[in-house]
C-alpha cells in the first residue's frame, strides 16, 4: 500500500440539523444546571438516548445529563424529549408532572407525527412505512390510532381500504416508499402521500452511492444501533464494495486495507465530527506506514 492511500471524507458525513439540534439543548441544559450548583446530581435527564450514539450518550453523562426510561423518577428536574419524538400519551403525561420539558423531537419527526394525526382526523386508514420496533415509528403509531399498519421494506401491503394515507419513517430510503405507492394504487381508490422522508438522508445515501463508484472500501462511521448508518453499510455492500461499519478509531484494523488504494469514508446522522475525524486521522497513520 505504501503511501499512496488517498482518502476521501463524505461532506454530508455526520450530524444532521435535527441531531445538532438536539444535542446542543441536551448540552445547554447541563450547561444552565451547573450554573445552579446542581452538575451531577442527575436532575436533567433525557427519555430514552437522545441519539442512537454511545459515545454522545457518555459525553453527555459526563455532563451530567442521563438517559431514562422511567418517566416517574423523582430525580427528575428536566426531561429532555428525544430526537426520534415519544408516544403521544407519554408527551401528555410528561406535560402533567410538571417537569421542566425540552422537546428536542426533530422537526421532520414532528412533521410526521403531524401528517399522522392530520389523516386520522380525516378519515384515513394509515399505514406507516418504517420499522415497527424503532422509537420514531412508535410515537407515529400513537398519533394515527389503533388501526393502523405498518410494513417495512421487505413486506407487502395488505388488503386496505378505499381511503388510504401513507407516511414514512424519516429515514426511509425513496425507493421502498415508491414501492408501496406501487403497490398501492393497483387496490385503492385514493391515496393521501406524506413523503416525511428527510431531505438530508436521502442526499447522505446518494453521495455515498456515488463515493461507492470510485474507491476500494467504504468506512461507514456510527452507532451500532442506528438506523440510518446501518442503512449506508448495507447500501455500500448492495454495490459489491466492502464496508465496515464501526463506531469509533479503535475498531479499525490495518488488514483491511491490503492491496486498497482509495478509501471513503461516509457517517450517520448521529455521528459527531471528533470521532469521523478520529476515523480518518487513523486511517491515515495506516497509510503512512504502509503494509
Known amino acids: 500500500m505504501g503511501n499512496s492511500l488517498e482518502i476521501i471524507v463524505a461532506k454530508r458525513a455526520g450530524f444532521c440539523f435535527g441531531v445538532k439540534r438536539a444535542v446542543d439543548l441536551a448540552f445547554d441544559a447541563a450547561n444552565k444546571n451547573s450554573q445552579k450548583g446542581d452538575v451531577r446530581c442527575c436532575s436533567v435527564y ?3 438516548p437522545i441519539i442512537h450514539n454511545p459515545q454522545v450518550i457518555e459525553k453527555l453523562k459526563s455532563e451530567g445529563v442521563e438517559p431514562t426510561d422511567d418517566i416517574d ?14 408516544q403521544q400519551e407519554i408527551s401528555e403525561r410528561l406535560s402533567q408532572k410538571g417537569y421542566e420539558v425540552i422537546d428536542a423531537t426533530c422537526p421532520f419527526v414532528k412533521k410526521a407525527q403531524q401528517y399522522a394525526k392530520l389523516l386520522k382526523e380525516e378519515g384515513y386508514q394509515i399505514v406507516i412505512i418504517g420499522d415497527k420496533g424503532h422509537p420514531e415509528v412508535k410515537g407515529l403509531m400513537s398519533y ?7 410494513v417495512n421494506k421487505e413486506d407487502s401491503l395488505p388488503s386496505l381500504k378505499s381511503r388510504v394515507g ?9 425507493d421502498v416508499l415508491k414501492k408501496f405507492i406501487s403497490e398501492a394504487v393497483e387496490q385503492v381508490k385514493e391515496l393521501k402521500v406524506f413523503n416525511t ?5 436521502a442526499l447522505r445515501l446518494k453521495e455515498t452511492k456515488d463515493m461507492t463508484k470510485d474507491v476500494d472500501l467504504m468506512i461507514v462511521v456510527g452507532g451500532k444501533n442506528s438506523a440510518n448508518t446501518t442503512q449506508l453499510t448495507q447500501l455500500c455492500n448492495s454495490v459489491s464494495i466492502p464496508a465496515y461499519h464501526i463506531e469509533t478509531a479503535s475498531e479499525i484494523r490495518e488488514e483491511w486495507f491490503s492491496n486498497v488504494k482509495k478509501v471513503g469514508i461516509t457517517a450517520g446522522a448521529s455521528t459527531p465530527d471528533w470521532i469521523i475525524s478520529d476515523v480518518e486521522k487513523r486511517i491515515r497513520d495506516i497509510g503512512g506506514r504502509g503494509l
Open 46 to 48: 433525557t427519555l430514552g
Open 73 to 86: 423518577n423523582p430525580n427528575i428536574k428536566t426531561i429532555i424529549i428525544r430526537t426520534h419524538g415519544v
Open 166 to 174: 401513507f407516511i414514512v419513517q424519516t429515514t426511509q430510503p425513496l
Open 197 to 201: 422522508i428527510c431531505n438530508s438522508t
Open 144 to 150: 394515527a390510532g389503533k388501526d393502523v399498519i405498518v
